[in-house]
């Protein structure tokens, strides 16, 4: 049994700040890849940033530059800090997590921007 808690969503105006957390279940006793999908309204859940188990990050580059992926050590815990906030931006954000060969996802969180 896997879950993934995320929390940090909110309402923004373009040019803000969010950081959005998410946390599995603590029955994993591995160290795994994780990250950040986003999905706007009518489009395609797409990834947005990643980490491996060892800190390793990847970036998309609609978002370089203003996102930073992080996690909590070895822990299954991972952050996502959004800086300098567009309205394109504005998506429910997905954490996962890889682990056994299976795509573990979060509830979801709506980030929204205003102008």
């Known amino acids: 049994q896997v879950e993934l808690v995320e929390s940090g969503g909110g309402t923004v105006q373009a040019g803000g700040s969010l950081r959005l957390s998410c946390s599995a279940s603590?029955?994993?006793?591995?160290?795994?890849?994780m990250g950040w999908y986003r999905q706007a309204p009518g489009g395609q859940r797409v990834m947005v940033a990643t980490?491996?188990?060892?800190?390793?990050?990847f970036y998309v580059d609609a978002v370089k530059g203003r996102f930073t992926i992080s996690r909590d050590g070895t822990k299954n815990t991972v952050f996502l800090q959004m800086n300098s906030l567009q309205l394109e931006d504005a998506a429910v954000y997905y954490c996962?997590?890889?682990?056994?060969?299976?795509?573990?996802w979060g509830q979801g969180t709506q980030v929204t921007v205003s102008s």
């Open positions: 603590e029955n994993i006793y591995s160290t795994n890849d």
């Open positions: 980490i491996t188990g060892g800190g390793d990050p």
């Open positions: 996962y997590m890889y682990h056994h060969y299976f795509t573990y």
